[in-house]
């Protein structure tokens, strides 16, 4: 028997040794098998500063767009707005449904820009600071006797509730372990004589601050006026907004909201030639709105609208359903932005709680034997909260196509485009079309009176109020 034993250890010895060995030539090659440009590849991908993030990405972006503009974040003396928002595409872009994830990353961004800068505008801020402190230098306090209560009157109400919540918390995880235990068929009398623990505060110090922002208000006339969508070589992605606000794009999207003549006025141009991209990678660059001016001078809004989809294989006619729901979704999208453009509304909200807590204790199981243990805590707190909810309602009148294009991305996934814009030109032929179809035997809608003087009516009156 004892031979036995002898040469099955010898050979769990000797196997061992050669897994060993094994190994070590497995982390350890040799050195001739290594070209100077393989190491070199190998050293570029292990500098971290080789691997240029998404986010770096559009940073150097953004630097550089605020000094093709010519102006610096935040407000200029001529009493234009500039605020800057950013998000991470949720999905990488060899993700099927990253053009979803692309469509929903730039609603964020562009809700993280409107939320910074309605703060700036009417928000109004609450900051509370309080601080607990405790000691207990009593000769007995590091003893806690079998027949003590639970401690009581050693921290503040707060802490009290706190550790209300957290005892509650542990009865409620006991109770799930202990039918945990029950249905492997551990008897019940061997869990359920867990011994109790008691927990005695000597000293504590705990400092907290919190910071409370509100705002409400209007988020009309706020231009994007550059858009990006880095990807990174590990197939992240992020997008970056720069937006405009300034007192004559607020006057803008009063006067269109109004469905009245605007005394802004700029230098016109074919919207067609200007607005609609000539390339793919134009089309898939372009997001959001643009402030534009038509041949005549008048303002416009132009945006752009974008959807996705994922091809059903071979299946032409799933296909070609599919392709029209992204058109549908890049239309619906590219409304809705004009919408918020013109009568958007939001109100928000953020919270941050942080501080510092630093607590020593002693602890005792209750049972005859038992011994106090003493622990020292040190805890950071940091925590954050954020709401944003924004809301637009505007007659569609107006509002036409200027072009829609279906784009593959370099990634592989099918995007949909859409070009709308809301036109003075669309305007006067959606409401010379109502009079005519609302005139009795059809009377020559460019024979009626009194229509431009209406609309210049209103202005007098109102222009004044900015």
Same mark, same amino acid.
């Given at each position: 028997?004892?031979?036995?034993?002898n040469?099955k250890?010898?050979f769990?010895?000797t196997?061992?040794?050669?897994?060993?060995?094994?190994?070590a030539?497995?982390?350890?090659?040799?050195p001739?098998?290594?070209?100077?440009?393989?190491?070199d590849?190998?050293?570029?991908?292990?500098?971290?500063?080789?691997?240029?993030?998404?986010?770096d990405?559009?940073e150097?972006?953004?630097e550089?767009?605020?000094?093709?503009?010519k102006?610096?974040?935040g407000?200029?003396?001529?009493?234009k707005?500039v605020?800057?928002?950013?998000?991470n595409?949720a999905l990488p872009?060899?993700?099927?449904?990253?053009?979803?994830?692309?469509a929903?990353?730039?609603d964020?961004a562009?809700l993280?820009?409107?939320?910074?800068?309605?703060?700036?505008?009417f928000?109004r801020?609450?900051?509370?600071?309080?601080?607990?402190?405790?000691?207990?230098?009593?000769?007995?306090?590091?003893e806690?006797p079998?027949?003590?209560?639970a401690?009581t009157?050693?921290?503040?109400?707060?802490?009290d509730?706190a550790?209300?919540?957290?005892?509650?918390?542990?009865?409620?995880?006991e109770?799930?372990?202990?039918?945990?235990?029950e249905?492997?068929?551990?008897?019940?009398?061997?869990?359920?004589t867990?011994p109790?623990?008691?927990?005695?505060?000597?000293f504590?110090n705990?400092?907290l601050k919190?910071?409370?922002?509100?705002?409400?208000?209007?988020?009309?006339?706020?231009?994007?006026v550059?858009?990006?969508?880095?990807?990174?070589?590990?197939?992240?992605?992020?997008i970056?907004?720069?937006?405009?606000?300034?007192?004559?794009?607020?006057?803008?999207a009063?006067?269109?909201?109004?469905?009245?003549?605007?005394?802004?006025s700029?230098?016109?141009?074919d919207?067609h030639?200007?607005?609609?991209?000539?390339t793919?990678?134009?089309w898939?660059?372009?997001?959001?709105?643009?402030?534009?001016?038509?041949?005549?001078?008048?303002?416009?809004?132009?945006s752009y609208?974008?959807?996705?989809?994922?091809p059903d294989?071979d %299946?032409?006619?799933?296909?070609?359903?599919?392709?029209? /729901?992204?058109? @549908? !979704?890049a239309?619906?999208? #590219?409304?809705? &932005?004009?919408?918020?453009?013109?009568?958007?509304?939001?109100?928000?909200?953020s919270?941050?709680?942080?501080?510092?807590?630093?607590?020593?204790s002693?602890?005792?199981?209750?049972?005859? %034997?038992?011994s106090?243990?003493?622990?020292?805590?040190? /805890?950071?707190? @940091? !925590?954050s909260?954020?709401? #944003?909810?924004? &809301?637009?309602?505007?007659?569609m009148?107006?509002l036409?196509?200027?072009?829609?294009k279906?784009?593959?991305?370099?990634?592989?996934q099918?995007?949909?485009?859409?070009i709308?814009?809301?036109?003075?030109?669309?305007?006067?032929?959606?409401?010379?079309?109502?009079?005519?179809?609302?005139?009795?035997?059809?009377?020559?809608p460019?024979?009626?009176?009194?229509?431009?003087?209406?609309l210049?009516?209103?202005?007098?009156n109102?222009?004044?109020?900015f």
């Amino acid at each position: 028997m004892q031979g036995k034993i002898n040469m099955k250890t010898k050979f769990i010895i000797t196997f061992a040794a050669v897994l060993a060995t094994a190994f070590a030539f497995a982390e350890d090659p040799a050195p001739a098998n290594l070209s100077q440009a393989d190491v070199d590849e190998q050293n570029r991908l292990s500098d971290p500063e080789a691997v240029v993030s998404a986010s770096d990405l559009v940073e150097d972006w953004k630097e550089a767009a605020l000094r093709q503009l010519k102006v610096e974040e935040g407000v200029t003396p001529d009493g234009k707005y500039v605020i800057f928002g950013s998000a991470n595409v949720a999905l990488p872009n060899t993700d099927p449904q990253f053009g979803d994830a692309l469509a929903s990353a730039f609603d964020v961004a562009m809700l993280e820009a409107q939320q910074r800068m309605l703060m700036d505008r009417f928000g109004r801020i609450v900051t509370e600071k309080t601080r607990e402190t405790f000691r207990d230098n009593s000769t007995n306090a590091k003893e806690i006797p079998l027949d003590a209560p639970a401690p009581t009157g050693d921290s503040s109400d707060v802490a009290d509730k706190a550790l209300r919540v957290l005892d509650k918390s542990l009865s409620l995880s006991e109770a799930k372990l202990d039918k945990a235990l029950e249905e492997y068929g551990v008897p019940r009398a061997e869990y359920q004589t867990a011994p109790i623990e008691k927990k005695k505060t000597l000293f504590k110090n705990a400092m907290l601050k919190e910071t409370l922002k509100t705002a409400s208000g209007e988020i009309a006339g706020v231009f994007p006026v550059q858009t990006t969508v880095k990807m990174d070589k590990k197939g992240n992605a992020k997008i970056g907004v720069i937006l405009i606000m300034s007192p004559k794009s607020v006057q803008v999207a009063k006067d269109i909201s109004l469905q009245r003549k605007s005394l802004v006025s700029g230098k016109g141009a074919d919207l067609h030639e200007k607005f609609v991209p000539k390339t793919p990678e134009r089309w898939a660059g372009q997001l959001g709105t643009r402030l534009a001016y038509d041949a005549d001078g008048r303002p416009a809004i132009i945006s752009y609208g974008m959807g996705s989809y994922v091809p059903d294989g071979d %299946d032409d006619y799933i296909n070609d359903e599919l392709k029209e /729901e992204a058109r @549908k !979704q890049a239309m619906d999208n #590219a409304d809705a &932005q004009i919408a918020e453009v013109v009568a958007g509304r939001m109100s928000a909200q953020s919270s941050r709680l942080q501080g510092e807590s630093v607590e020593k204790s002693v602890t005792r199981e209750m049972t005859l %034997d038992s011994s106090t243990f003493e622990k020292t805590a040190k /805890e950071v707190i @940091k !925590q954050s909260q954020s709401f #944003a909810k924004s &809301q637009a309602k505007m007659e569609m009148k107006g509002l036409t196509t200027l072009g829609s294009k279906f784009v593959k991305l370099p990634s592989g996934q099918q995007m949909c485009y859409v070009i709308r814009a809301w036109t003075y030109t669309g305007l006067d032929a959606v409401k010379s079309l109502d009079r005519a179809m609302s005139s009795p035997g059809g009377v020559d809608p460019a024979k009626r009176a009194g229509v431009a003087g209406e609309l210049d009516g209103f202005l007098v009156n109102d222009v004044d109020d900015f």
